[in-house]
């Protein structure tokens, strides 16, 4: 048997069974306000991106690229985009600080989600012959290990609710009938679909990065922003 698989098997959406027992799966705000999957879904067309632990930077940016080049006024109408994490709620106020506060953040610290649509747990590295557009200015990886060790020690009293730093996350885009329209499932630690890619798979407006923001994103981050000299 081969040892590669299909990108549609890699991708394979979860089942209508899956989707419903999903719903009862509990999420928190940054105030620790309990929620359920399905109070934030049912009867939506949502767009849920699911992020590894607080504090990957990878994600951050993608995160902050979301905001930017996706904003809310260039969603289709009747769509909304919701963001996961796989740690406690306690870090979500300093992720937004430095990422993007314009979609809602919650956390799954149970990993019922990640768990339940089969997210990948390794900390493989990202494909060089397949790199994303949002990964383009973090540096090698090298780089981006120093800087996320930069962001544990200013955010150490999140030591236990930063969440397993091998989980990955993906993105799903749920229809208002409850179906999954699109899925994915990273393969690595920073394979989340390209912003391009995702417009384009829920119709919405995208919006090029600009020379600025990209100088921005080359800069060291922390949870907060960008370390100061």
């Known amino acids: 048997m081969s040892s590669s698989r299909s990108s549609a098997d890699l991708d394979r959406p979860p089942t209508p069974e899956q989707l419903v027992e999903a719903q009862s799966s509990e999420l928190f705000?940054?105030?620790?306000?309990?929620?359920?999957?399905?109070?934030?879904?049912?009867?939506?067309?949502?767009?849920?991106?699911?992020?590894?632990?607080?504090?990957?930077?990878?994600?951050?940016?993608?995160?902050?690229?979301?905001?930017?080049?996706?904003?809310?006024?260039?969603?289709?109408?009747?769509?909304?985009?919701?963001?996961?994490?796989?740690?406690?709620?306690?870090?979500?106020?300093?992720?937004?600080?430095?990422?993007?506060?314009?979609?809602?953040?919650?956390?799954n610290p149970s990993l019922s989600l990640y768990k339940l649509f089969d997210f990948t747990a390794k900390l493989k590295p990202e494909d060089p012959d397949n790199p994303k557009e949002y990964t383009s200015d973090l540096g090698s990886s090298v780089q981006?290990?120093?800087?996320?060790?930069?962001?544990?020690?200013?955010?150490?009293?999140?030591?236990?609710?930063?969440?397993?730093?091998?989980?990955?996350?993906?993105?799903?885009?749920?229809?208002?009938?409850e179906r999954c329209s699109f899925f994915h499932r990273m393969q690595n630690t920073a394979d989340h679909t390209d912003l391009i890619h995702l417009a384009k798979a829920i119709g919405a407006e995208y919006n090029p990065p600009s020379a600025?923001?990209?100088a921005k994103e080359a800069e060291p981050m922390t949870c907060d922003g960008p370390v100061k000299a």
């Open 29 to 107: 705000d940054e105030d620790g306000h309990r929620t359920t999957f399905g109070e934030l879904t049912r009867g939506k067309r949502v767009v849920v991106i699911f992020i590894r632990h607080w504090w990957c930077i990878v994600c951050q940016t993608y995160i902050k690229r979301l905001a930017a080049q996706i904003p809310p006024s260039n969603l289709p109408e009747g769509t909304s985009v919701i963001v996961i994490g796989c740690g406690g709620y306690a870090p979500i106020k300093a992720y937004k600080s430095g990422s993007s506060d314009i979609y809602p953040i919650y956390a």
């Open 144 to 177: 981006r290990v120093f800087t996320g060790l930069k962001v544990a020690l200013k955010r150490i009293d999140h030591l236990n609710s930063h969440g397993p730093i091998a989980q990955n996350g993906g993105e799903v885009v749920l229809e208002a009938d």
């Open 212 to 214: 600025a923001e990209k």
